[in-house]
């Protein structure tokens, strides 16, 4: 059984919502200070769209996504490492060189 987890804030109040992927189905715990509740889905498919609209209505109540686990990201953190003196997307500051912008004044010639 593949489990993750969410957790969304609020003050001092906590919810967590974990996903658990079963061979039945998905099911969708909710759990905050009031105890946990499970909601069973009969697929995967339908689990992500009720927690997707889930989400999206918690972060427009007031609610703040706080973490996720498990940890997917490997290696060390960058964030916080400097960079050098290089840029990293030289090549392309040549593309403004070479674009040419058409405005509204100027005869737009088409063959």
């Excluded at 919810?15 to 079963?22: A, I, K, V, Y």
Aim: hydrophobic fraction near 35%.
């Amino acid at each position: 059984m593949n489990t993750r987890q969410w957790i969304f804030t609020r003050g001092d109040e906590r919810l967590e919502l974990s996903r658990e992927d079963l061979r039945t189905g998905a099911n969708l715990v909710v759990g905050g200070a009031d105890g946990a509740r499970t909601i069973h889905f009969a697929t995967v498919e339908r689990l992500e769209r009720f927690q997707s609209d889930m989400e999206k209505f918690l972060l427009q109540t007031g609610w703040r996504f706080s973490e996720f686990s498990p940890e997917r990201r490997s290696g060390s953190e960058r964030r916080g490492f400097p960079r050098m003196a290089e840029r990293r997307r030289w090549w392309t500051d040549s593309v403004r060189l070479f674009t040419r912008r058409v405005t509204a004044r100027e005869p737009s010639h088409r063959f």
